[in-house]
C-alpha cells in the first residue's frame, strides 16, 4: 500500500503534467529540448578534454602561412594571335612573359583558305 506522502507526490505529478493531453505534450517536448542541451554541454566538455592539444586552434601556430604570401608570377603569358587578313579568326598560343618582342606566325586561316600573318593581341 502506498503511503500518504507519496501518494500526494503520485497524485500532484498526475494533476500537473498528465492530466490534460497539451501540457503532457508540453511536457515531454520540455523534459527533451532541456535534455538535449545537457547532454551535449557535457559531451562537449568531454570531448575537449579528450582531444586537448590536437584540434586547429591549438597546433596552427606551428605553422606557416606561405600559402597566404603573394605567388610568383608565371613564367609565361597567353596571347591571342588575330589573323591579319581582317577575318576575325584566332588562335591561342602561350609565350615566355620575358620575350621581348611580339609574337607574329604564319597560320592557316580556314575563312579565306590560305596561310596568312596572325599577330599578337593580349588576352583580356
Not at 503511503?3 to 498528465?18: H, V
Request: without cysteine; hydrophobic residues 40%; charged residues 25%.
Amino acid at each position: 500500500m502506498v503511503g500518504g506522502f507519496t501518494r500526494s507526490i503520485s497524485s500532484f505529478a498526475y494533476r500537473t503534467f498528465f492530466k490534460k493531453e497539451s501540457t503532457y505534450f508540453t511536457a515531454i517536448v520540455a523534459t527533451g529540448v532541456g535534455f538535449s542541451i545537457v547532454f551535449n554541454t557535457a559531451f562537449d566538455k568531454y570531448w575537449d578534454n579528450k582531444t586537448a592539444g590536437t584540434k586547429w586552434e591549438d597546433i596552427k601556430g606551428r605553422y606557416h602561412f606561405a600559402a597566404l604570401a603573394k605567388k610568383p608570377k608565371s613564367r609565361t603569358i597567353v596571347v591571342r594571335l588575330i589573323s591579319a587578313a581582317g577575318t576575325g579568326f584566332t588562335y591561342v598560343k602561350q609565350r615566355p612573359r620575358t620575350a621581348a618582342y611580339r609574337l607574329t606566325m604564319m597560320k592557316f586561316d580556314p575563312i579565306v583558305n590560305r596561310h596568312v600573318l596572325f599577330v599578337e593581341n593580349k588576352i583580356k
